[in-house]
């Protein structure tokens, strides 16, 4: 990972307590990624990171835990790409997570 100076990519706000309780499943297989691509994604001087793909019409959301030994990956339901961005925006917010 390359350390840069100021951070580039927004952060997560810190969560509220009425947000939305996202559901995170087992990262999809490459196979499902093939045509799905990682178009938004949060600063990586954060432990989680957070991408959006989006591909086909569809997208969907992740999450990597950076751990010592290898990162823990999750991914969130295949949503419209509307709906996906909207989650998006909450996430950042802080309203969903
Ligand atoms: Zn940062």
Redesign the pocket.
């Known amino acids: 990972m390359i350390l840069l100076d100021e951070?580039l990519?927004p952060?997560v706000a810190m969560v509220q307590r009425d947000h939305v309780r996202l559901e995170w499943r087992r990262r999809y297989a490459d196979s499902v990624l093939e045509r799905a691509r990682s178009v938004r994604w949060t600063?990586l001087?954060?432990a989680t990171v957070y991408e959006l793909y989006e591909g086909g019409g569809k997208a969907f959301i992740r999450r990597t835990v950076q751990l010592d030994r290898s990162p823990e990956i999750h991914d969130t339901f295949v949503y419209s790409i509307g709906e996906a961005r909207a989650i998006w925006t909450g996430l950042l917010s802080g309203s969903a997570r």
């Open positions: 951070c990519s952060h600063c001087c954060r």
